[in-house]
């Protein structure tokens, strides 16, 4: 009857509720208790004394129910953290190229010198719809393994800069960019189609400062030049040229290297905008 209860709710608020219920049974013992040595009635007087009575107790059964309640709830929250760093490990991938451009939770971002966290939304569906959702569905899954595999490895000690640092997580992103590469050969009409669906998928904020943020033409200078730039420097270096060409061929080596130079150029002229702005 519990469960069926829970249906309804996350795993959180479960079992809140659980602990709530065996709190509530708990008084219920005492009250009980307390209507047997009272000739089995109670009145007002007993019932406010009896509670006020439980609240205070502090005897090392009380005390366990508590102990054990919070561990439980622990214990949720870190199934939960789990979970969801299980499921979305790719998203957490790709953004993190440019997470220094965001700002700090609940902070606004800086104009000119970085990007709203408004812009997540729009980001993850340009990045889907260029993936299709053939490619998307295998990145994710490798993601999601490679995570598993440290997640085990390093139990409770898990952190994501695990995942960050572990070589894997370079070259599937790396993967994923020289795919996407081939849909910026024409960059401006790329360009602007990234601004629009970054732009129509803005939630509203009520910050200010926030509220007036827009993502144009330097904005999006910002964010390929972040997204791009570990690639980019690989491609520089005489190894990490040969390791590129080996792995995805000399003509997409080719078409990164224009794209290159172009957002070298496009870049610039934005930021000339913007300072003339």
């Not at 451009?101 to 104009?111: E, K, Y």
């Not at 993936?131 to 598993?148: A, H, S, T």
Request: hydrophobic share 40%; glycine share 6%.
């Amino acid at each position: 009857m519990v469960d069926d209860m829970n249906l309804g709710l996350g795993p959180g608020p479960a079992r809140v509720r659980v602990l709530m219920q065996a709190g509530f049974e708990k008084l219920a013992a005492e009250l009980e208790s307390c209507a047997k040595n009272n000739g089995g009635e109670l009145d007002n007087r007993l019932v406010s004394e009896t509670i006020d009575s439980f609240r205070a107790r502090e005897d090392e059964a009380m005390l366990d129910f508590y102990r054990e309640g919070w561990n439980e709830c622990l214990a949720v929250i870190e199934n939960v953290r789990r979970e969801t760093e299980r499921r979305f490990p790719f998203e957490r991938l790709m953004v993190r190229a440019f997470a220094h451009l965001l700002p700090a939770a609940q902070q606004s971002v800086i104009p000119g010198r970085g990007l709203s966290r408004r812009v997540l939304p729009g980001f993850l569906s340009a990045l889907q719809q260029m993936l299709g959702p053939v490619l998307l569905e295998q990145y994710q899954d490798r993601c999601r393994e490679l995570v598993r595999i440290i997640q085990t490895a390093r139990g409770r000690d898990f952190v994501w800069e695990d995942v960050y640092a572990d070589p894997t997580s370079q070259v599937i992103v790396n993967d994923v960019l020289v795919h996407i590469s081939k849909h910026f050969a024409d960059l401006e009409r790329r360009r602007d189609w990234l601004i629009g669906v970054i732009s129509g998928n803005m939630v509203l904020s009520e910050d200010e400062t926030e509220k007036n943020w827009i993502f144009g033409e330097a904005e999006f200078s910002l964010l390929i030049d972040a997204l791009f730039r570990p690639l980019r420097k690989q491609l520089l270096d005489p190894d990490g040229a040969i390791n590129l060409r080996e792995r995805y061929g000399t003509i997409s080596c080719e078409l990164l290297e224009d794209l290159f130079r172009e957002l070298n150029a496009q870049g610039n002229i934005a930021l000339l905008h913007r300072n003339a702005g």
